[in-house]
């Protein structure tokens, strides 16, 4: 089953989390997004020790 991960931002740097996290985690696929909120799409179940996307990311976490 597929789960989503999400990560805020500051408003304005969605562009370039989406860019990080294409490039450091390529399985994750771009979901949604609203100013400051991001959501990818992870075909596999995400473990709890998995690494953060972005370092431009305030908080990442499962959803």
Known sequence: MAEFVFA???PGFEPAVKREVARTRP???FAYSRP???TFKSPREVALDDP???VLARVWGRS
């Open 27 to 29: 399985e994750l696929r």
């Open 36 to 38: 400051g909120l991001i």
């Open 52 to 54: 953060p996307g972005s």
């Open 8 to 10: 805020t931002c500051l």
